[in-house]
C-alpha cells in the first residue's frame, strides 16, 4: 500500500518533505519502531477516541499510554476508546492500526501532549497508513503539522 493518498496529500499541500521509511510487517506502534530501528519517543501514535457524538484523536509517542482519567479531566467530558470499526470508517484509506497522528488530514479534531519526548524530538516517524512503512519528517515539520491540535497533559511513559 505504502503512504495514504490522503496523508500524502495532506503534507504535499502543506510543503512538508517527507521520505518514507519501510521495515518488516507489523502489528503495533512499538513493533513498527523497533522494526525501522527508531526510537519509541520519536514515534508518534494516534489513538481515536469517542468524546459524545463525536471523534477526537490523541496523540502520543509509541511508548506511552494515555491516562483515559486524566484526559477525561482534561476535556471535562467523559471519552472511550472508538472500536476498530469505527477508526476503519474515519481512516478509510489507512490498514486497521496504521492512521497517522495526523486527524485533521481527516477532518477529525486531534490533541496532543507535547510535554513528552515528541516536543523534543529532532526527527518525528509516523504511520504511513499501511504497516509497512513509517513517515520521517523533522521535528520543527511536525510541530508546524500539529499547531491546529489542543495540547494538553494526559499520558504517561510506559
Request: aromatic share 8%.
Amino acid at each position: 500500500m505504502s503512504i495514504s493518498k490522503i496523508l500524502e496529500t495532506y503534507l504535499v499541500e502543506r510543503g512538508v518533505k517527507f521520505t518514507l521509511k519501510p521495515h518488516t510487517p507489523t502489528g503495533s506502534s512499538m513493533e513498527s519502531a523497533e522494526q525501522a530501528h527508531v526510537s519509541g519517543d520519536a514515534l508518534a501514535k494516534g489513538v481515536l477516541v469517542k468524546k459524545g457524538d463525536d471523534y477526537l484523536l490523541v496523540v502520543v509517542p509509541s511508548d506511552y499510554h494515555i491516562d483515559l482519567e486524566s484526559l477525561k479531566t482534561f476535556l471535562r467530558q467523559e471519552v472511550e476508546l472508538a472500536s476498530e470499526e469505527e477508526l476503519g470508517s474515519r481512516f478509510s484509506d489507512c490498514e486497521l492500526g496504521a492512521a497517522p497522528p495526523l486527524g485533521h488530514a481527516y477532518g477529525i479534531k486531534t490533541i496532543w501532549d507535547p510535554s513528552t519526548s515528541l516536543g523534543r524530538e529532532k526527527w518525528i516517524y509516523f504511520e504511513a497508513g499501511d504497516h509497512q512503512n513509517l513517515i520521517k519528517v523533522s521535528g520543527e515539520h511536525f510541530h508546524e503539522l500539529m499547531a491546529p491540535a489542543e495540547r494538553g497533559v494526559f499520558s504517561y511513559h510506559i
